[in-house]
């Protein structure tokens, strides 16, 4: 049975493609002939974008018809990384593709189309790791294709952790609970400097032969510092109700993160 809750939907040139995990390897083409629609069941803020062939656009994003201000730490997909947007107040659910959720549109314009070899949600880029360890995107320490599988790599571990420790939200109108997925994380910020410090630790540790060379040395370095951070993390923004928006009871009773969140390392 497919969990409704851990889905993107995308659609684009009459292909519909329901995203059976976080994150999901699909080819998608956006083009300046046909544009992309990422949907969910409730608003949402944020999708990370794995590039298999670089194009040269810019890109446009609307939500129900109206432009919006994207940041894009992608740099129009020259890199992997997320593209991050405010939740409009009144944002409503269309229909496209046969299914009824939020939608973005990505639209472009340019001489060369991109092709995404993934769509999902990430905890962490190419920019993220680049601001941590410069050197770390280098070709003598890393390839994209490794990256990419670590940074879903650390995405998992993570998420697996704070199911492993009890988080959960409302899941349907009678109260019943279920465990969170990432999509529930209402401030993803919140986690993104450990992931980053703990994927540097990964691409390092990728390219050691053993922990007490350089690479190895410098592996175990950040990845302390990666569960550091989050054994001391304070609070978690949990949509405890399942419906994609912020309220203060959410972000205040997540503050309890912090006390039972040692189990890193």
Same mark, same amino acid.
């Given at each position: 049975?497919?969990?409704?809750?851990?889905?993107?939907?995308?659609?684009?040139?009459?292909?519909?493609?329901?995203?059976?995990?976080?994150? +999901?390897?699909?080819?998608?083409?956006?083009?300046?002939?046909?544009?992309?629609?990422?949907?969910?069941y409730?608003?949402f803020?944020?999708a990370?974008? %794995?590039?298999?062939?670089?194009?040269?656009?810019?890109?446009?994003y609307?939500?129900?018809?109206?432009?919006?201000?994207?940041?894009d730490?992608?740099?129009?997909?020259? @890199?992997?990384?997320?593209? %991050?947007w405010a939740?409009?107040?009144?944002?409503v659910?269309?229909?496209?593709?046969? +299914?009824?959720?939020?939608?973005?549109?990505?639209?472009?314009v /340019?001489?060369?189309?991109v092709?995404?070899?993934?769509?999902?949600?990430?905890?962490?880029?190419?920019?993220?790791?680049?601001?941590?360890?410069?050197?770390?995107?280098?070709?003598?320490?890393?390839?994209?294709?490794?990256?990419? %599988?670590?940074? @879903?790599?650390?995405?998992d571990?993570?998420? %697996?952790?704070?199911?492993?420790?009890?988080f959960?939200?409302?899941?349907?109108?009678? /109260?019943?609970i279920?465990?969170?997925?990432?999509?529930?994380?209402?401030?993803?910020?919140?986690v993104?400097?450990?992931?980053?410090?703990y994927?540097?630790?990964?691409i390092? @540790?990728?390219?050691?032969d053993?922990?007490?060379?350089?690479?190895g040395q410098?592996?175990?370095?950040?990845?302390?510092?990666?569960?550091d951070?989050?054994?001391?993390?304070?609070?978690?923004?949990i949509?405890?109700?399942?419906? /994609?928006?912020?309220?203060?009871?959410e972000?205040?009773?997540a503050?309890?993160?912090?006390?039972?969140?040692?189990?890193?390392?």
């Amino acid at each position: 049975m497919i969990d409704i809750k851990n889905l993107f939907y995308i659609s684009y040139g009459g292909s519909d493609l329901d995203m059976e995990a976080s994150f +999901r390897t699909d080819s998608v083409e956006l083009d300046t002939e046909t544009p992309v629609y990422i949907g969910y069941y409730k608003p949402f803020d944020s999708a990370s974008f %794995q590039i298999d062939s670089v194009g040269t656009m810019a890109v446009s994003y609307e939500i129900n018809s109206t432009a919006i201000t994207a940041y894009d730490f992608t740099e129009d997909f020259i @890199r992997d990384g997320d593209v %991050q947007w405010a939740k409009p107040a009144s944002w409503v659910a269309e229909t496209i593709g046969g +299914r009824e959720a939020y939608w973005i549109k990505l639209s472009s314009v /340019g001489s060369n189309p991109v092709t995404f070899k993934g769509i999902g949600v990430l905890f962490c880029g190419d920019k993220d790791v680049e601001s941590v360890y410069p050197s770390a995107l280098g070709g003598n320490i890393s390839n994209a294709d490794i990256r990419a %599988q670590i940074y @879903r790599g650390v995405t998992d571990y993570i998420m %697996q952790k704070f199911v492993n420790r009890g988080f959960t939200r409302t899941a349907n109108a009678d /109260g019943s609970i279920e465990s969170i997925t990432i999509h529930d994380l209402l401030r993803k910020n919140e986690v993104k400097e450990a992931a980053s410090f703990y994927a540097v630790s990964q691409i390092l @540790r990728n390219a050691s032969d053993s922990d007490d060379d350089v690479y190895g040395q410098h592996a175990n370095y950040y990845q302390g510092k990666a569960f550091d951070i989050l054994n001391s993390l304070y609070k978690l923004t949990i949509d405890l109700d399942d419906d /994609g928006t912020e309220s203060v009871e959410e972000n205040i009773s997540a503050t309890k993160a912090g006390s039972i969140f040692m189990d890193f390392g």
